[in-house]
């Protein structure tokens, strides 16, 4: 039987980087997470969209999208249920923080386990840890996640699956691996990232659902007392897809009837389910 390929660096079967790889040395790069469900990499025009915008935002060339193609395809035919991670890193190079004239991009694609995800629901717990406000580096997923390092090192002491991050100006914005929707008063709303956090591929699906289906959901600020008042509370990411949050500030929440239609509405829509190699 042929050993499963869990990683590739540059297309070969490895799994070390050279010690002077800007993604290493200083966090210059990008990464997406994918759910492979029955062979299928979910979201996988939505994931290279944000790839490729977040390539713009750093100054990296884009992606091979064929290559990218070729390498998450070789993984998940032997492992057609998981979890397949793709990482750019600008190389090696450049003097101090300075950028090389010629990047030369790292690429790495490796396949991990599902995590298991609580199947009645999330508690969700609040964090100390703060977001700090950079515009510049909002929406994208980079690869420094030293602030939700340090937040996830909480949850353990809160007994919590899940924890919520606010700014450094106190407005809530995301949790430490996904993004947060409430409906509060009847209105159905979610943060507002153009400062800080990340623009999750499942928080777009969420988006573009509710406006098909005649949803009005509000981007917006959100406090910490509305989060305590709400209704219904859930967290999406493109691993877990959308949870009910049942527990937050000592209060234990119904799954309600906007969560339960959305996730019915994203479960039934065709472009959830993927791309196939």
Known sequence: MTTAVHNLVNGVEQDHIALGDRGLQFGDGLFETLCVRAGQARYWERHMARLRAGCARLGLPPPDEQRLHFEVGRLIRQQPHGVVKILLTRGTGGRGYSPPADVEVCRIVRYLPRPVIPAEGLRLARCTTTLGLNPRLAGIKHLNRLEQVLASHELTELHA??????????????????????????ELITPDLGQCGVAGVLRSVVLDTCSAADIACHIREVTWSELEEAEELFMTNSLMGIQPVIRFADRTLPVGERTRQLQQLVMQAPEGEGWHP
């Not at 699956?161 to 509060?184: K, P, Q, W, Y």
Request: charged share 25%.
């Open 161 to 186: 699956d899940e924890g919520l991050l606010a700014d450094s100006e106190g407005m809530v914005i995301e949790g430490t691996r996904s993004n947060l929707f409430l409906v509060h008063q009847g």
